[in-house]
């Protein structure tokens, strides 16, 4: 069990910790969201004794960690850090990497050492990567590596902060099944991540960051779907919403692909609905609006709701009334319309952007 009470950490221009009070149970998966700066990792790094804090407490079951004489290599012991750089040694070869830490810590013999690192890589899926070398590894495999290492160690909790960053997204699914497993095996682990679904299916509890304290928590049902504060509303849509602003016709077209592919992914929407998805913005987006207007100003919004497994897609534009199911592209707008349900458009003159059409897509 964790107890922090009171915690705060300054640095020089900034004050990310103002006064944070938690208890980890033994067992709980807690994700940690919030938006960037405010002091998610630092919190981690606190807590694993990475920082020192300006004040307050932290508690390891009976031992205040915090207090003075506490070693920090026995909180190292106990506590095992994945970071999203992998930090892999180089000139190790993978076993070794995983093999290190318990030799130089736990003082294991190299023998003992070997076979728990063989037993950790078994684990994670890359028992036949044990003799090559760090960079003959593809991200996720490393990070893959860099779990095995973490959990060599056998630490009673694991903190992880955004594991699956730094990855190409090809390589995350990888890394977020070795981590839930971890999860559903009973390890006690805080993770900082911002993707809903997979904290949702990990965690049983979710600490949203803000003003310096832990602004809001509750099981990821009540952070997700029903947040008490007004901060943590907007984060949430913030994480649930893609949103997209076109305002020149050369835009990064490609991106604004990859950008609707990323988001499918990260929601777990199947691959009939993005590709339907992608469709939509083609000829809804693209063609009938962007490709139709001198200078374009479009804001666009994609959400998915997982209870529905349907799609709500907002487009608002400017320019004058332009209804595009009428005015549009005739074969554009039939292959809009065999792909969405509920077409819907709306003129209002007292806005920027005056032209709103809606549809659902399934
Ligand atoms: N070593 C440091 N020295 C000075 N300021 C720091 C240091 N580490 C972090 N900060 C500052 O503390 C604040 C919190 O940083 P932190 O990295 O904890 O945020 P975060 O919530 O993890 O953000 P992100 O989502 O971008 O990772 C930021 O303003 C950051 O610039
Ligand atoms: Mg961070």
């Given at each position: 069990m964790i107890r922090i009470e009171n915690l705060r950490k300054e640095y020089p221009n900034v004050v990310p910790l103002k006064n944070v009070n938690a208890t980890i149970n033994d067992g709980d998966v807690i994700a940690v969201i919030g938006p960037s700066g405010t002091g998610k990792s630092t919190l981690i790094r606190c807590i694993n004794l990475l920082e020192k804090p300006t004040s307050g407490k932290v508690w390891l079951d009976e031992t205040e960690i915090t207090g003075p004489g506490c070693k920090i290599e026995e909180v190292h012991k106990k506590m095992g850090m994945v970071f999203q750089s992998f930090n892999l040694f180089g000139h190790m070869t993978v076993v070794e990497n995983v093999m290190a830490p318990t030799m130089d810590l736990l003082g294991k013999p190299a023998q003992e050492a070997y076979d728990n690192a063989m037993d950790r890589l078994r684990e994670v899926g890359l028992s036949d990567k044990a003799l090559s070398w760090p960079d003959e590894l593809s991200g996720g495999q490393k990070q893959r590596v860099a779990i095995a290492r973490t959990l060599a160690m056998n630490p009673d909790i694991i903190l992880l902060d955004e594991p699956t960053s730094a990855l190409d997204p090809t390589m995350v699914g990888e890394v977020k099944s070795v981590i839930k497993e971890l999860a559903e095996s009973g390890k006690t682990m805080m993770i900082v991540t911002h993707e809903m679904s997979f904290a949702k299916s990990i965690s049983n509890r979710v600490f949203y960051m803000d003003?310096?304290?832990?602004?809001?928590?509750?099981?990821?049902?009540?952070?997700?779907?029903?947040?008490?504060?007004?901060?943590?509303?907007?984060?949430?849509?913030?994480?649930?919403?893609?949103?997209?602003?076109?305002?020149r016709r050369?835009?990064?077209y490609l991106g604004t692909h990859r950008l609707i592919e990323d988001y499918a992914q990260k929601n777990q929407i199947s691959v009939a609905l993005t590709k339907k998805i992608h469709r939509a913005y083609e000829e809804a987006v693209h063609q009938s609006i962007v490709c139709a207007m001198e200078k374009p100003d479009v804001h666009l919004s994609i959400e998915y709701s997982q209870e529905k497994d349907e799609v709500e897609f907002v487009a608002d534009y400017s320019g004058e009334e332009m209804n595009i199911f009428i005015d549009g592209d005739?074969?554009?707008?039939?292959?809009?319309?065999?792909?969405?349900?509920?077409?819907?458009?709306?003129?209002?003159?007292t806005k920027e952007r005056g032209n709103r059409v809606e549809f659902c897509i399934k």
């Open positions: 003003e310096g304290e832990i602004y809001e928590e509750g099981t990821p049902e009540e952070v997700f779907d029903n947040p008490k504060k007004e901060k943590t509303r907007r984060f949430v849509r913030r994480l649930k919403v893609l949103e997209i602003g076109i305002n050369d835009y990064d005739s074969i554009s707008i039939s292959i809009l319309r065999s792909v969405v349900l509920g077409e819907k458009y709306i003129w209002d003159d």
